[in-house]
Nanobody, 123 residues
């Protein structure tokens, strides 16, 4: 089971770091992704990372501002979010994909999901 935390209220231009931890099992076996969903919008891919951490992929909308990373020894995946904008406001979810070939961007591919953490960016 995955648990995402670290969300909160921040002013535009500020930073937050989200974490995703597993309550059981090891995340080191999975490709991991972060997604977000704003009110009235579909869930969208934010960033993904391979099981080893050697490959990452970020959506164009967050490239250069957000960074995904992982520490398999701590069984945790992170999303460092800098230069936040009001349009980044959403519930952020972490997800795990059992397949180890590439970093999928479709939420339909991921097998396990955390409960989400709310990020609110004020202008």
């Amino acid at each position: 089971q995955l648990q995402a935390y670290g969300g909160g209220l921040v002013q535009a231009g500020g930073s937050l770091r989200l974490s995703c931890a597993a309550s059981a099992g090891t995340l080191g076996r999975y490709t991991m992704g972060w997604f977000r969903q704003a009110p009235g919008k579909e869930r969208e891919f934010v960033a993904g990372i391979s099981w080893s951490g050697s490959s990452t992929y970020h959506a164009d909308s967050v490239k250069g501002r957000f960074t995904i990373s992982r520490d398999n020894a701590k069984n945790t995946v992170y999303l460092q979010m800098n230069s936040l904008k009001p349009e980044d406001t959403a519930v952020y979810f972490c997800a795990a994909d059992r397949a180890l070939g590439g970093i999928p961007t479709s939420h339909l591919v991921y097998d396990f999901w955390g409960q989400g953490t709310l990020v609110t960016v004020s202008s």
